[in-house]
């Protein structure tokens, strides 16, 4: 197994996984030509996708699926939760698949366990993605940590986590104060501390190959902030934590 991010942030989401010959994107933020530009850059063309699959209707994650979907022929999977959010979006000629009750599925050679998250959307959903041995455990907008959180993200060999925000900065940003309640409430973004504190809680620690930080704002986090939490949390080095970015994403990581 392995993954790439596109991008990771509020102007655009969308991260590859990949299990020998299926190809899934999870979310996709960006336009139809961006898109195609990003994953060029990781030597994926749009017909080497055999799903897309939705975390929730925010536009930063799903602004352009419908497009995309449509132009390549590329089949949907999200929660009827989400779909209602959408008013038609996907309609007429869109196929569509709907996750229901957060139940396990496949796609291809791709094991997929979606689960529940705390995010100011209908029916969000984040997911662990699995090759039969091992898990890539993706968390990227929830506002708290959940037990059931924790214990979907147990054990897995590799982790991109939210570190939207260092608090400090959010507190002092120009942001209108609408806002930072907004990102700082318990269905908003998680911050730094919460996300070193779910890593800490985490069993199986030692078995991981990858921790990547994602979803990090601009303007009120930094990727050296990320990293020292979640390196804190591990008691490793901060160099071994990765960042996905908005601009270059993450280029390719293996899981073995």
Known sequence: MRFASLGSGSQGNA????????RVLLDCGFGLSETTRRLARLGIAPEDLCAILVTHEHDDHIGGVARFARKHGIPVWLTAGTLRGLHGLFEPDVELHLIEGYTRFAIGDIEINPFPVPHDAREPAQFVFGDGARGLGVLTDAGHVTPHMQR????????????????????DSDYPASLKLRIASRFGHLDNNAARGLLAGLSGRSALQHVIAAHLSESNNRPDLARSALADALGCAQEWIGVADQRSGLDWRQVI
């Not at 991260?15 to 299926?22: N, Q």
């Not at 979907?152 to 507190?171: F, G, I, V, Y």
């Open 15 to 22: 991260l590859v996984v990949e299990v020998r010959s299926t």
């Open 152 to 171: 979907c993200l147990n054990n897995c060999a590799a982790l991109m986590l939210e570190c939207n925000h260092d608090p400090a900065l959010l507190r």
